[in-house]
């Protein structure tokens, strides 16, 4: 069983409605959870972190954190073309001051159709 | 703000040839550094992090090396490449007490 898991797509859906993307995770003691966005041939860039069980909402972006079900999701409402992009799921097991071991996903891509 | 950089963008190396890429960050001070690997179609692999000058850590065992000459300067090295080595190197950096890494462009590596 792979640590961080993400079904890799394509999912596809049309501009203007709502892309859900889910990641689920073994490590049951795992503390911190990240999305990143990549575009095709460029460096992740972070969308959003979440460390408590619940829904975190950033503009168009919503993270949410279900740590009894080892699963943590991000939805984009209104999505554009410009959402297209790769998402990777990140999971820190231990958050500590000796550097912090990020385990990824293997990503979702995201394809929003005008 | 904080800005990190690496260079080169792109490389084409022949097997058997070494390697040095090189990572900075501008705008903090005691960053913890970290270099990933993102083969072809792959997830990001953690490679090495660094908690301080001359502190290196090692997550996987291969001919890549990691140094960390200053605070904010980090090192990738192999001293012979293998084919498999080819990927997209990124470097990321995140403070000390936080857990939220940004990284760096990266550097595209093919090695023939």
């Known amino acids: 069983q792979k640590e961080v898991e993400q079904n890799s797509g394509p999912l596809s859906v049309p501009e203007g409605a709502i892309a859900s993307l889910n990641c689920t995770y073994s490590d049951r003691g795992s503390q911190s959870f990240f999305w990143y966005r990549q575009y095709s041939g460029k460096s992740p860039e972070l969308i959003m972190f979440?460390?408590?069980?619940g829904d975190k909402e950033d503009g168009r972006f919503t993270a949410q954190l279900n740590k009894a079900s080892q699963y943590v999701s991000l939805l984009i409402r209104d999505s554009q073309p410009s959402d297209s992009a790769t998402y990777l799921c990140?999971?820190?097991?231990?958050?500590?001051?000796?550097?912090?071991?990020?385990?990824f996903g293997g990503g979702t891509r995201l394809m929003v159709k005008p | 703000s904080q800005t990190i950089h690496q260079w080169p963008a792109t490389l084409v190396q022949p097997v058997g040839s070494p390697l040095s890429l090189e990572c900075t960050v501008e705008g903090t001070s005691n960053p913890n550094l970290y270099w990933y690997r993102q083969a072809a179609g792959r997830g990001l692999q953690l490679l090495f992090y660094s908690v301080g000058i001359g502190q290196i850590s090692s997550e996987v065992p291969q001919n890549l090396s990691a140094s960390r000459p200053q605070d904010r300067q980090f090192i990738l090295s192999s001293k012979k490449l293998l084919l498999s080595d080819s990927g997209f190197y990124l470097c990321a950096w995140d403070r000390s007490g936080t857990d939220t890494q940004y990284f760096g462009p990266g550097t595209r590596l093919t090695v023939l």
């Open positions: 979440i460390y408590s069980n």
């Open positions: 990140a999971v820190n097991r231990y958050p500590n001051n000796a550097g912090n071991m990020l385990t």
